[in-house]
């Protein structure tokens, strides 16, 4: 089990920015693919990006972004500090969620929403 904690969640005005951060425990092979989802209470849980962190290249062609992100949200890790994080651009209202940070062995298992680590979500309000 790989402990993850989010911070960098807040309110800010629509056009705003805000950076995520998530740190993990350790290393270890289930936080390989490391991802932020968002969920509202009228919403389902859904996947923002990913990127593969298992060492080797982690270049942008190791990123995914779900559409409704991509050219606003970028994702990246610094791999020292063990800690991924979620730039977030042209803020708009309907990214307004909890943002948890998830690990995951497989980039499917990720995105299927079946990782084993999950962090305990911080809060984006955006109006």
């Known amino acids: 089990h790989v402990q993850l904690v989010e911070s960098g969640g807040g309110a800010v005005q629509a056009g705003g920015s805000l950076r995520l951060s998530c740190v993990a425990s350790?290393?270890?092979?289930?936080?390989?693919?490391m991802g932020w989802f968002r969920q509202t209470p009228a919403k389902e849980r859904e996947g923002v990006a990913s990127?593969?962190?298992?060492?080797?290249?982690?270049?942008?062609?190791?990123?995914n972004y779900a559409d409704s992100v991509k050219g606003r949200f970028t994702i990246s890790v610094d791999i020292a500090k063990n800690t991924v994080y979620l730039q977030m651009n042209s803020l708009a209202p309907e990214d307004t969620a909890m943002y948890y940070c998830a690990g995951a062995s497989t980039l499917g298992t990720l995105w299927r929403g079946q990782a084993p680590n999950w962090g305990q979500g911080t809060q984006v309000t955006v109006s």
């Open positions: 990127i593969y962190t298992g060492g080797g290249n982690v270049g942008s062609d190791a990123t």
């Open positions: 350790r290393r270890h092979y289930s936080t390989n693919y």
